[in-house]
């Protein structure tokens, strides 16, 4: 079983719509959570950063952890045309600064249909 | 602008022969990542390095070396004894906080012809 797992979709929305793409994971000792959006051919951009559970929101976006299920979120609001791209969960261990490696799920491709 | 630049986009490379790509931050950044990306298989790591003229072994670095002379910058060599290269590389940073996200370049892409 992978440490973190995530549905690699496609997943496919009409414009407007609001999109929840997810990963679980079974490391309970996760403490750092991160979202990443990446367009075809292009590096990953950070989009929500969290540390253990709790909500987090900026404009559309609400990144939502759940430590008791081991489960986060990523939630976009009216979802547009140039939301579409691949979503990428990442998570790491408390502790031991950057000598803790990021853990990477693979990816949810999201379209998002005008 | 901070970032990290990662050069060139495209490479292709042909069969036996080494290369190396470039990657350089102007973040400050302690910690230097190298993934490689294939579809379906997501990010893996190939080398990292946390501070200068020190580094280590990812989950695939067979067929690849690097070096971190610098703070700024930290190669990739892709050798011939990496069979499957084709693929998208990505390097990223990390400033040495505790557990800081990590921030990427735009990639390279490396094709053998």
């Known amino acids: 079983q992978k440490e973190v797992e995530q549905d690699p979709g496609p997943l496919s929305v009409p414009e407007g719509a609001i999109v929840s793409l997810n990963c679980t994971y079974s490391n309970s000792a996760f403490q750092y959570f991160m979202w990443y959006r990446q367009y075809s051919r292009k590096g990953p951009e950070l989009l929500m950063y969290t540390y253990s559970s709790g909500n987090k929101e900026d404009g559309r976006f609400t990144a939502q952890v759940d430590k008791s299920s081991k489960y986060i979120s990523l939630f976009i609001r009216d979802s547009q045309p140039s939301d579409s791209a691949t979503y990428l969960c990442?998570?790491?261990?408390?502790?031991?600064?950057?000598?803790?490696?990021?853990?990477w799920g693979l990816g949810t491709s999201l379209a998002v249909n005008p | 602008d901070g970032g990290i630049t990662q050069s060139p986009k495209y490479l292709f490379r042909k069969e036996g022969q080494n290369v190396t790509l470039s990657c350089e931050q102007n973040?400050?950044?302690?910690?230097m990542y190298w993934y490689r990306q294939d579809p379906g298989q997501g990010l893996r790591l190939i080398y990292y390095s946390q501070i200068v003229n020190d580094f280590q072994k990812g989950d695939i670095a067979e067929g690849y070396s690097v070096s971190r002379e610098k703070k700024e910058s930290f190669p990739l060599t892709v050798t011939s004894a990496q069979k499957n290269p084709t693929a998208f590389y990505l390097c990223a940073s990390r400033a040495g906080r505790v557990n800081t996200e990590a921030f990427f370049g735009q990639g390279t892409r490396l094709t053998v012809v």
């Open positions: 990442a998570m790491t261990y408390a502790g031991a600064g950057n000598n803790r490696k990021l853990i």
């Open positions: 973040l400050n950044h302690d910690a």
